[in-house]
């Protein structure tokens, strides 16, 4: 089955003024081991229709499978089972615990989801290797750089070898240089089978991926399947 599929999905903001029409009727399939990036204008609602597949918010309608398993009516306790498990989800701010170090970052989710200390050391040191953070386990987020935090962020959420990684604009606040190090590694990680949704609003990091879908006004304007890459891609 495809690692993701959601039909029908809705969702208004309701407060004061009038409601914001944010996601209005998105189907969408990610099949194993695809990179599928959504791009599209701010406020298009990109970043809504993300946080609805992660489960950290939910729609007013619509169906969400991950690997052919109905979830939408899954509770918060069992989404953040998800979450740790088979949805790896990073953000544009990095979201890292301030007062751990890096290793520990990377190993909490991993323990949590019922690794031992040995496993859990063992598949940070692979990660941090992967990722070319070697010596920075001690370090505290504060101290790296934003490239090297989302890094660390990226380990974090890949360290449960879920079958899809949820990307918010994880470049959004870097610099170039951060930016060009992030897109390579997410590029790594697809070349090696890791499912990537990538959500950004800049349509040229967009052509990292297999499948570029342009998001307007809360609906799928297009979905295209790119051809051969250029650029030694
Ligand atoms: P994008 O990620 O494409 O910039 P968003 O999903 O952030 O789009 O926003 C889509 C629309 O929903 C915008 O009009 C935005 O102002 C509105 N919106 C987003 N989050 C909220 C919220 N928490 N409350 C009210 N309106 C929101
Ligand atoms: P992004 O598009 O990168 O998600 P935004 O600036 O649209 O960033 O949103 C940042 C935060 O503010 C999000 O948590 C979003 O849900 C919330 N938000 C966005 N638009 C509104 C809005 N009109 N009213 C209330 N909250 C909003």
Same mark, same amino acid.
């Given at each position: 089955p495809?690692?993701?599929?959601?039909?029908g999905?809705?969702?208004?903001?309701?407060?004061?003024g009038?409601p914001a @029409?944010?996601?209005?009727?998105?189907?969408?399939v990610v099949?194993p081991?695809?990179?599928?990036?959504?791009?599209g204008?701010?406020g298009?609602?990109k970043?809504?229709?993300? @946080?609805l597949l992660?489960?950290l918010?939910?729609?007013d309608s619509?169906r969400i499978?991950l690997?052919g398993?109905?979830?939408?009516?899954h509770?918060?306790a069992?989404w953040?089972v +998800?979450?740790?498990?088979r949805?790896?989800?990073v953000f544009?701010f990095f979201n890292?615990?301030?007062?751990l170090?890096?290793?520990d970052?990377?190993?909490?989710?991993a323990?949590?989801a019922?690794?031992?200390?040995?496993?859990?050391?063992?598949?940070?040191?692979?990660l941090l290797?992967?990722l070319g953070?070697?010596g920075?386990?001690?370090?505290?987020?504060?101290? +790296?750089?934003g490239g090297?935090q989302q890094?660390v962020?990226l380990?974090?959420?890949?360290?449960?070898?879920?079958g +899809?990684?949820l990307?918010?604009?994880?470049t959004?606040? +870097?610099?170039?240089?951060g930016?060009?190090e992030v897109?390579?590694?997410?590029?790594?990680?697809?070349?090696?089978?890791?499912a990537?949704?990538l959500?950004?609003?800049d @349509?040229r990091l967009?052509s990292?991926?297999?499948?570029?879908?342009?998001?307007f006004?809360?609906?799928v304007?297009d979905?295209a399947?790119?051809?051969?890459?250029?650029?030694?891609?």
């Amino acid at each position: 089955p495809p690692v993701l599929r959601a039909e029908g999905l809705v969702k208004t903001y309701r407060g004061e003024g009038a409601p914001a @029409h944010a996601v209005r009727g998105v189907d969408l399939v990610v099949r194993p081991g695809e990179f599928v990036a959504i791009t599209g204008p701010s406020g298009a609602g990109k970043s809504t229709l993300l @946080h609805l597949l992660g489960g950290l918010q939910r729609p007013d309608s619509g169906r969400i499978w991950l690997d052919g398993a109905r979830v939408d009516g899954h509770s918060e306790a069992r989404w953040a089972v +998800l979450r740790r498990r088979r949805i790896g989800v990073v953000f544009q701010f990095f979201n890292l615990v301030s007062n751990l170090t890096v290793a520990d970052n990377i190993e909490l989710p991993a323990l949590l989801a019922g690794s031992n200390a040995r496993q859990a050391r063992a598949e940070r040191h692979r990660l941090l290797t992967e990722l070319g953070l070697e010596g920075k386990e001690r370090s505290m987020p504060g101290e +790296l750089s934003g490239g090297e935090q989302q890094r660390v962020a990226l380990a974090r959420a890949l360290v449960n070898h879920p079958g +899809l990684l949820l990307a918010d604009e994880p470049t959004g606040s +870097l610099d170039s240089k951060g930016t060009r190090e992030v897109m390579r590694l997410l590029s790594d990680f697809h070349q090696r089978g890791q499912a990537i949704l990538l959500v950004t609003h800049d @349509h040229r990091l967009a052509s990292a991926a297999d499948r570029v879908i342009s998001f307007f006004d809360g609906r799928v304007a297009d979905d295209a399947v790119l051809g051969a890459k250029t650029g030694g891609g």
